[in-house]
């Protein structure tokens, strides 16, 4: 009688060890498929915000688009004097004559490519808190999606990885004259924005509200093919070798996931409904992972902290932190691909 509870001890206990594994095995799969949004959740709170972005995208003949950033920080409390903006050239050609102002005087600046992104990074003087207004200047060549259906204009201009507000935006787009009530269709994508068209070359379009971290706008115009002589740019040749890339990932998350989530479940035994979970979460979180991989990402630095010098990915500390930390950019999150499928986008603090 005696050794009853001797005999039944260890079999709960046993009992209790494979329950908790199968726990842990659980909660294992929830972390690596919530692992993006965990990671967003993790920046910091930003000691500026934007009270505004204006955006201004003017095509040319040539099919180039001159761009100009005009964005309003407000500084809340002391901060880094280094500001950065980075822009991924995934589906441009590049990115040349790039300038920073400020009260219409142009300020030394200083630009760099890494991880196919080109950085923008410039000092200013900051005695926090006040306000200081940035225009930036840039030409983007080869940016023009080129179809024999039509040609677009497609640009994230409303970049996404930043950890600070954006209190108000506005977008313009113009095309020159030849293309004059030659406008088919115009329409945004991301965060919503009011659309319309201001004349027979120019649309314009606003958010409907403040723009919190992590929303991005991209604006599309549409106009027939063959009306300004410009050619397709260098990387649409390239792009149907990456969008075969992207479609053969998500077979490739699905076996996986599949292959980790059958092993386990004939590790610890696990009952089917915990194991199709399982693999479902695995599925979402190889499939996010993938999809972050395949943007070009930029090294990121500390999320939303202070950069150091350098600037998203350059020499120094800095890095790409969360877009509010010390200038720094988040990372390639709002590249190309998103969206409408344009360019665009990136980073910036």
Avoid at 109 to 136: C, D, M, R, Y
Avoid at 275 to 284: E, G, T, Y
Avoid at 297 to 318: D, E, H, L, Y
């Amino acid at each position: 009688m005696n050794e009853l509870p001797v005999l039944i001890e260890p079999y709960s206990q046993k009992k209790s060890r494979f329950k908790l594994r199968k726990i842990l095995t659980f909660l294992v799969a929830i972390l690596i498929g919530l692992s993006p949004a965990l990671q967003t959740i993790a920046q910091g709170t930003s000691p500026f915000y934007w009270d505004f972005i204006n955006v201004e995208i003017d095509v040319q003949k040539n099919g180039d688009m001159l761009v100009s950033e005009t964005q309003k920080y407000v500084f809340t409390q002391p901060h880094t004097n280094q500001r950065y903006r980075y822009i991924p050239l995934d589906k441009v050609d590049k990115i040349t004559d790039v300038t920073v102002w400020e009260n219409q005087e142009q300020i030394p600046s200083k630009t760099g490519i890494k991880n196919n992104q080109i950085w923008i990074k410039w000092q200013h003087q900051l005695n926090a808190p006040e306000a200081h207004t940035f225009v930036l200047k840039y030409r983007v060549i080869g940016g023009l999606h080129i179809n024999d259906s039509g040609d677009k204009v497609y640009w994230k201009a409303i970049f996404a990885n930043r950890s600070a507000v954006i209190k108000n935006a506005k977008i313009i787009v113009r095309l020159p004259e030849v293309l004059s009530e030659k406008i088919q269709t115009y329409k945004s994508f991301g965060f919503p924005a009011k659309a319309q068209k201001i004349n027979s070359t120019t649309v314009e379009f606003v958010a409907k509200k403040a723009i919190p971290p992590q929303q991005e706008i991209e604006v599309m115009v549409l106009f027939p093919h063959n009306i300004l002589d410009v050619s397709k740019a260098n990387w649409q040749g390239t792009q149907l070798h990456l969008q075969s890339t992207q479609l053969i990932s998500f077979p490739f998350s699905v076996l996986l996931g599949g292959v980790i989530s059958v092993l386990l479940g004939i590790i610890f035994e696990l009952p089917p409904l915990l194991i199709v979970i399982m693999f479902l979460l695995l599925v979402v979180g190889l499939v996010n992972s993938s999809s972050s991989s395949g943007r070009g990402s930029i090294t990121r630095g500390g999320g939303g902290g202070a950069s150091g010098p350098g600037g998203p990915g350059g020499p120094g500390g800095g890095g790409c932190g969360g877009g509010g930390g010390g200038g720094g950019g988040g990372g390639g999150g709002g590249g190309c691909g998103g969206g409408g499928g344009g360019c665009g986008g990136g980073g910036g603090g």
